[in-house]
Every structure is written in C-alpha cells, then in structure tokens.
C-alpha cells in the first residue's frame, strides 16, 4: 500500500513565477492537510481538503496561495508570483477521516531564487 | 498555540530505552494525546495516539497518568535512526478539527 506520494521533490523557481506542488493521498484516504516548514521553524498547518471541498483554510496566506482536490486526481497547492519568503518544505498529509491520525508524504522542498 | 509542553532536547544511549515526557495539564475529557516524529528533512511520522489507558504499538508505548495531564512516549530500545523531533499533540479524536497543532518537540539524539 503506497504511502502519501508529493511531487515534485525539489522545486527551484524564479521570484514572480508559479509553483504547482502535487500530493496523491494514501488509497482510501479523502482526506488531504497541507503544511509548511519554513527553515528552522515548526510545521505549520495551511489547509485541510476533502474531495472537491475546501473544509479548513485557516492556515492560508490570504494572496497568492490557493488549494483544491478535485475528484479526480491529486490535490495542488498554487503559490503564484512567487517571493522568497515562500522558500521552504511544503508537507501534504492524508487521512480517512476527520480528527484521525494523519499520514505524511516526503515534502517538496521550494526554494525561490 | 499548541497546548502541550515538552523538554527541547535530550540524549539516549543507543539499545537502551529513551523515555520522552510531555505536560499537557489543561488536556480535555474528549482529546487525546497523539505522538509524531519527523527525522531530519523527512514528513512527519505518526507513531500512536490514546486516550486514557497505556497504549503499544509496533513502534512504541505511551503511558498517560491517571489524571491525563502529563504522558510519556518510550521507545524501547532506541536505534541511531530514532534520532528525530519528537511532537507530542492533544486534540479531539474523531472530531472536526482538522489540522495538526505542532509545537517545538523534543529533539532526541541517539549516540552510539
């Protein structure tokens, strides 16, 4: 059974220009969070998704930033006209249910050059 | 702000057990204490989670007191590879809260 899956890896892009960051939830799971850890600091809780849906954007920068999951396929996190401020590792997570025990994938490190 | 407290850091002999505190004092009857752990550059792991009674696992063992307001997560017989940022975390199970509240951990190094 495959864990969570994100991609890219690794992402380098210019300042001002868009970054598409991809996560594929475990088999079964609806459930997909995003987080980010921005160097030397906590991971910090960004968005929760269902299918089509967005539950939680409390974590959200207000400009720039926007997630979806749609019925099919995996769930994005935009970031458009990137700054350096946004270099850092962004975590997805899945989970079969609510207020459950969450499952990570390996991170896509974005740094902004 | 998360609700739990934690020492920053701590070390362990490899082999032996590596018994990791976490205060969570104003704990609710409804949440329960969930362990996580990320080793460097990785995602986080989940490790266990309870409620009230001892829990074990594959990977590890949660003692919470009798009052639940404090709880200690050990690892058995610690390898190099347990080295990690241990997070303890309450919250409701089964609720709407979504989102993973970290704090700042505990940072565990295993030495040889």
């Known amino acids: 059974n495959a864990g969570v899956m994100q991609n890219p890896r690794h992402l380098v892009r210019r300042r001002g220009q868009e970054a598409r960051l991809r996560c594929s939830p475990m088999?079964?799971?609806?459930?997909v969070y995003w987080y980010r850890q921005l160097p030397e600091e906590g991971l910090k809780f960004m968005v929760y998704?269902?299918?089509?849906?967005?539950?939680?954007e409390s974590g959200m920068p207000k400009e720039r930033f926007s997630a979806e999951f749609p019925k099919e396929g995996p769930s994005i996190l935009r970031i458009q006209q990137v700054v350096r401020g946004d270099s850092a590792a962004y975590f997805c997570?899945?989970?079969?249910?609510?207020?459950?025990?969450?499952?990570f994938g390996p991170g896509t490190r974005l740094t902004v050059t | 702000d998360a609700k739990t407290t934690q020492p920053t850091s701590m070390d362990c002999a490899e082999g032996r057990a590596a018994n990791l505190p976490c205060n969570h004092s104003?704990?609710?009857?409804?949440?329960?204490v969930y362990w996580y752990r990320q080793i460097h550059s990785q995602g986080p792991q989940y490790i266990i989670h309870?409620?009230?009674n001892n829990e074990t696992n594959e990977m590890a063992s949660l003692i919470i007191t009798e009052d639940r307001k404090s709880s200690t997560l050990i690892l058995p017989h610690a390898t190099l590879r347990d080295t990690a940022v241990y997070y303890c975390?309450?919250?409701?199970?089964?609720?709407?809260?979504?989102?993973?509240?970290f704090g700042k951990g505990t940072k565990l190094s295993v030495k040889p």
């Open positions: 997570a899945s989970s079969p249910g609510t207020g459950v025990e969450q499952y």
């Open positions: 088999k079964g799971h609806s459930h």
């Open positions: 309870g409620l009230k």
């Open positions: 975390i309450v919250r409701p199970y089964g609720g709407s809260q979504g989102n993973l509240i």
């Open positions: 104003t704990i609710s009857g409804n949440e329960y």
């Open positions: 998704l269902q299918k089509e849906n967005i539950i939680d």
